[in-house]
């Protein structure tokens, strides 16, 4: 399996509800330092939104960004019950999923 194929897979374990960091999800696919590499898997997911890469935002919980835009990123967290402020996460510690085990 090659990595974006393990970074699909680990998205499929974020529950809705949840976000993660590129770095979370990096260290979950067993590549610690590849956050911008988990970025680029999420931008060429083929099966967005069905595999979740929505769900991945910045380490601060700033959104980033999102192959069909922003805008629609935020609008199926809010569907997912996760807040967005000012391009931020409420609660944004509250919200974070990390165990991918």
Do not use: Q
Not at 23 to 43: D, H, P, Q, T, Y
Not at 61 to 81: C, D, F, M
Not at 96 to 101: G, L, S, T
């Amino acid at each position: 399996m090659g990595f974006d194929e393990k970074v699909w897979k680990a998205l499929k374990r974020i529950p809705k509800g949840k976000v993660t960091t590129y770095k979370e999800l990096a260290k979950a696919v067993g590549s610690r330092n590849a956050s911008r590499e988990v970025g680029n898997a999420c931008n060429k997911n083929p099966h967005s939104p069905r595999v979740p890469c929505h769900r991945v935002v910045s380490s601060s919980g700033k959104i980033g960004g999102y192959s069909h835009g922003v805008k629609k990123k935020i609008a199926l967290l809010k569907i997912e019950g996760v807040e967005v402020k000012r391009g931020k996460i409420i609660d944004f510690e509250k919200k974070v999923f990390k165990n991918f085990a």
